[in-house]
């Protein structure tokens, strides 16, 4: 019976890094959907998020059978309960992607964003890109150092988003209000995927260290 819940709980860890995979790709394609007003690739990023929802919820509910048939206790309860909320976090991108992707879309054949403005997406993208690849190894290899790369960089992605808030309110800002609307929720999804990433880091610091905030490389 041991040997079986061990294998209930490997599988829950390699449910998990599937749909961090996915949702990793989903990000990718949803920022090279943004950059080149590609509608084909952004369709492709909200068909593959049912995907990633069905794999949420299969997920979670081999977690709350481990929980009622197992009574795990210590390091393998909080293991299992970690995952669903995991879970939860990663289905989340995977949604904010999906909205990028929307975004993509409902402009075309217009770009989301205007080009005076683009850098400082651009620079989001590639940051929030290098966050779902390295939710990846962390969930694969635990590695805590992973977890302090993510952490420093959603600070980057924070003064990123408060720069374009900076940007539309400055007195030089001339366009639309849909524009500006547009552009402000691009930088809140960008932003919030960041965030959920750290939401993971943390659970996966806690389960390593007992610690819940991973620290910031370099700071």
Avoid: C
């Amino acid at each position: 019976m041991r040997k079986a819940f061990q294998e209930e709980l490997a599988t829950i860890n390699e449910e998990l890094i599937r749909i961090a995979e996915l949702v990793a790709a989903a990000l990718e394609q949803a920022g090279q959907a943004f950059q080149s007003s590609d509608t084909e690739l952004a369709q492709e990023v909200i068909a593959a998020d049912a995907r990633i929802d069905f794999l949420q919820h299969e997920l979670d509910e081999r977690s709350i059978d481990v929980l009622a048939l197992e009574g795990p206790v210590a390091s393998d309860l909080r293991l299992v309960v970690g995952a669903l909320r995991m879970s939860t976090s990663l289905e989340r991108m995977g949604d904010l992607a999906r909205h990028v992707a929307q975004l993509v879309r409902l402009r075309f054949p217009s770009d989301v964003v205007p080009a005076s403005i683009r850098p400082t997406f651009d620079e989001l993208i590639e940051i929030d890109t290098r966050i779902a690849r390295d939710l990846v190894e962390l969930l694969s290899s635990r590695d805590l150092e992973v977890a302090k790369r993510i952490a420093t960089a959603n600070v980057r992605v924070n003064e990123l988003h408060a720069s374009v808030f900076q940007a539309i309110a400055a007195e030089g800002w001339n366009e639309s209000a849909s524009t500006s609307v547009d552009v402000a929720l691009a930088s809140r999804y960008f932003e919030r995927f960041a965030d959920h990433g750290v939401s993971v880091a943390r659970k996966v610091t806690y389960l390593v260290s007992g610690d819940w905030e991973p620290q910031t490389a370099g700071l």
